[in-house]
């Protein structure tokens, strides 16, 4: 709809896809309608924020600090830390924010070292019948996030910008084919990489092996 409009000439030629969605409705809808649409865009942005960052909070003190650090941690220890948790999540996201031009690339990043960090460990932790440790988990996690890191930073040197569509292109060529490499791709490498983390924790940890989902109390 906001393409139509910029086509049209009723909205700016020069109209950034972030505030496309915005512009286009203030544009469509009467005033009434307008401030109620606003209005729920502020609700949804604020609930989201809250959640995202007490779970974020509550992960940093429940499955970094107390296993790691403090595994007797009190539960008076655990509501401090969380909070202390909720705070850096909040910077880190603020931060993060301004590293990104365009809202889906922000969404593509947060997407892709969610699921390198953690799809590998779940799955492995349900389905995987063999050895399961602790540290394979743990390694699992950083391989995956770092592999996140390494890539876009990566991309980001050796590609091109792309502005039609608001990403990093690394172009080569191999045996005279011409290959090209997106940002989006990250899943190809992090992945295989967080898997790659789980075999050599599972390699180095003496600890036991986690019982089996199923049996598990």
């Given at each position: 709809?906001?393409?139509?409009?910029?086509?049209?000439?009723?909205?700016?030629?020069?109209?950034?896809?972030?505030?496309?969605?915005?512009?286009?409705?203030?544009?469509?809808?009467?005033?009434?309608?307008?401030?109620?649409?606003?209005?729920?865009?502020l609700?949804?942005?604020?609930?989201?924020?809250?959640?995202?960052?007490?779970?974020s909070?509550?992960?940093?003190?429940?499955?970094?600090y107390?296993?790691?650090?403090?595994p007797?941690?009190?539960?008076?220890?655990?509501?401090?830390?969380?909070?202390?948790?909720?705070?850096?999540?909040?910077?880190?996201?603020?931060?993060l924010?301004?590293?990104?031009?365009?809202?889906?690339?922000l969404?593509?990043?947060?997407?892709?070292?969610?699921?390198?960090t953690?799809l590998?460990?779940?799955?492995?932790?349900?389905?995987w019948?063999?050895?399961?440790?602790?540290?394979?988990?743990?390694?699992?996690?950083?391989?995956?996030?770092?592999?996140?890191i390494?890539?876009?930073?990566?991309?980001?040197?050796?590609?091109?910008?792309?502005?039609?569509?608001?990403?990093?292109?690394?172009?080569?060529?191999?045996?005279?084919?011409?290959?090209?490499i997106w940002q989006?791709?990250?899943?190809?490498?992090?992945l295989p990489?967080?898997?790659?983390?789980?075999?050599?924790?599972?390699?180095?940890?003496s600890?036991?092996?986690?019982?089996?989902?199923?049996?598990?109390?």
């Amino acid at each position: 709809m906001a393409a139509a409009g910029v086509h049209a000439g009723d909205l700016p030629a020069d109209l950034h896809p972030n505030d496309a969605l915005l512009t286009a409705v203030v544009y469509a809808l009467p005033v009434g309608l307008v401030g109620i649409f606003l209005a729920g865009v502020l609700a949804t942005a604020m609930s989201t924020i809250d959640s995202y960052t007490l779970v974020s909070g509550a992960n940093l003190a429940y499955d970094v600090y107390r296993p790691l650090v403090k595994p007797n941690a009190t539960d008076q220890d655990l509501v401090r830390y969380t909070r202390i948790g909720i705070i850096v999540s909040w910077i880190l996201g603020y931060a993060l924010a301004f590293m990104f031009d365009r809202l889906m690339a922000l969404w593509v990043f947060n997407a892709t070292a969610l699921t390198s960090t953690v799809l590998v460990p779940i799955f492995m932790g349900l389905f995987w019948k063999g050895r399961r440790t602790p540290l394979a988990g743990l390694m699992s996690c950083a391989f995956g996030f770092g592999s996140v890191i390494v890539y876009y930073v990566g991309i980001s040197h050796l590609g091109v910008e792309n502005e039609l569509w608001g990403t990093y292109i690394w172009t080569f060529s191999v045996g005279g084919a011409s290959i090209s490499i997106w940002q989006e791709y990250a899943l190809f490498f992090t992945l295989p990489t967080s898997l790659l983390g789980f075999a050599i924790g599972n390699a180095l940890s003496s600890g036991d092996t986690i019982p089996p989902a199923e049996t598990a109390s």
